[in-house]
């Protein structure tokens, strides 16, 4: 039972009533049924204890796992599929599913159920826009299937209708940050379709049993490329004109502590990656070629992309970009084809959260067990992220902090991570970042952009703090609608009181 009992933000005290685990989708109304409580469960990946149980039914979707339709533009599947496994499938038809998170272990049901996004999120959007159609089961184990442009709030209210009966679900009033990705408690719109009310909901208001996706065809040919920066502004600058490129579709970035923890670990050495003397960061950019570009056309075009008669392509483009910011002489390429270079460069990038939860992990072993992984995931319009990045190296020093940053520049979410000494660093920390979220605000951004917010005291406050006292109010309305005895989830996304 222990890998149940607790998810990957390793939040403290899960313990359950039971675990069930159906093997078809038609068993799980009755297990909902049976529940006093009850809390829907897939990879575990979630990074805010909101996979964790305090005492509910754990449901796991584990085994519901059937891939039940693909076509040129869609794919339906249950709740317990891959995204591995959705792409996979997806490939034999010559389609594929660009809104893939950064983990793609992650389960179909749960990517729904927290809006998932990740690096591509810039070109493609999150989760939410490319559900079609869901199936989900109410706290009462009335099964609920929704397909998008059905049903539109009205005046305030959103109908939703089962075979039993109708509810009308109070539609929330706050207005949401205007950015790309949030995944900050119940979606709402004045005229907002039934559909998004459940995705990002985290399994609060049911369980999503099965999901159709929009896809997309042809795959494209994908390259790589890591590009040290001299300066901060100098990589703003740089990723401004990359994101008017159509063909980047997604632009990592790494701070100086990340590339020192690089360094301090052999993470450089081990993936045969340096960087310059004077580098301040580095960028990883991720480019969706033409289908079919060959490794040896991107490489001739890549050679030619600086001769001025040279046709003009998209890859060419990118490189007279890198060549007018002074960087071109130093990227590091992973072409199509070249699959173990790419996988070296997207290790350098994932060596970064692997080290700094390594310290984390031996500063709770070494120095005090209450010591526990202290970061926030937040995001801004383009144009504040540099004042954003600001505020948090300001608030970091302030504060005697030793930080990391890392994340995803292209759409201007990065996460602030500290790197803890003691457990007051950790308090300290906690403190940083409910004056980020603050912050954050006012730069017109969201708090809570990817991950959700689960059981994790900060991000609910940090939710508390973007919405106020009366948008929880309001989010507790809808979960009253639906879920009156506080069957799904509950303390998830808020406490019941």
């Not at 070629?289 to 056309?297: I, K, N």
């Not at 006292?469 to 799904?488: F, N, S, T, Y």
């Amino acid at each position: 039972m222990e890998k149940y009992l607790s998810d990957a933000a390793h939040f403290p005290g899960g313990h359950a009533a039971d675990i069930a685990i159906p093997r078809s989708v038609v068993d799980v109304p009755a297990i909902v049924r049976a529940a006093t409580t009850i809390l829907p469960v897939g990879a575990q990946s979630s990074l805010t204890g909101g996979a964790t149980p305090m005492g509910e039914t754990v449901l796991s979707t584990e085994k519901l796992t059937r891939v039940l339709d693909v076509g040129q533009s869609h794919i339906t599947v249950e709740a317990g599929v891959p995204v591995t496994a959705i792409q996979a499938a997806l490939a034999q038809r010559g389609a594929w599913f660009p809104p893939s998170p950064t983990f793609t272990g992650a389960f179909a049901g749960g990517i729904v159920a927290t809006n998932a996004a990740g690096a591509a999120t810039f070109r493609h959007g999150p989760v939410r826009p490319w559900v079609e159609a869901l199936t989900t089961v109410l706290a009462d184990g009335s099964e609920l299937s929704i397909r998008r442009g059905e049903v539109h709030a009205r005046d305030g209210i959103l109908p939703l209708a089962t075979a039993a009966r109708t509810i009308d679900v109070p539609v929330p009033s706050y207005r949401m940050p205007h950015v790309v990705k949030i995944s900050a408690g119940y979606y709402a719109r004045p005229e907002m379709d039934l559909i998004d009310l459940f995705i990002g909901s985290e399994g609060t208001l049911g369980i999503i049993t099965s999901i159709t996706f929009r896809t997309l065809s042809p795959i494209p040919t994908t390259a790589l490329a890591l590009i040290p920066c001299a300066s901060e502004a100098a990589a703003l600058a740089l990723v401004a004109e990359l994101r008017r490129e159509p063909t980047v579709a997604a632009i990592e970035h790494m701070d100086r502590r990340c590339l020192e923890i690089l360094h301090e670990d052999g993470a450089d050495r081990q993936h045969d990656v340096s960087f310059p003397p004077g580098t301040a960061l580095a960028l990883l950019a991720q480019l969706e070629l033409a289908p079919g570009t060959t490794e040896a056309e991107a490489f001739a075009q890549i050679e030619t992309s600086l001769t001025a008669d040279a046709p003009d392509t998209a890859l060419r483009r990118v490189c007279r970009l890198l060549d007018a910011h002074g960087v071109f002489d130093e990227a590091q390429m992973a072409l199509p084809g070249n699959v173990r270079r790419a996988e070296q460069l997207i290790a350098i990038r994932e060596a970064v959260p692997a080290g700094v939860n390594q310290r984390v992990g031996r500063a709770q072993r070494d120095v005090d067990p209450r010591i526990a992984k202290t970061a926030a995931d937040m995001i801004v319009p383009f144009d504040r992220f540099g004042e954003m990045m600001q505020i948090y190296r300001d608030g970091f020093a302030s504060r005697g902090l030793d930080f990391a940053v890392w994340g995803h520049i292209s759409d201007g979410n990065v996460h602030p991570n500290v790197l803890p000494r003691s457990y007051q660093d950790v308090e300290r920390g906690k403190e940083a970042i409910l004056f980020f979220g603050r912050e954050v605000a006012r730069l017109g951004g969201c708090p809570l952009a990817e991950h959700g917010v689960g059981r994790n005291p900060v991000k609910q406050a940090l939710l508390r703090g973007l919405y106020g006292d009366a948008g929880i109010k309001e989010m507790r309305a809808v979960k009253r609608a639906l879920d009156p005895g506080w069957k799904m989830a509950p303390g998830v996304i808020f406490p019941q009181s």
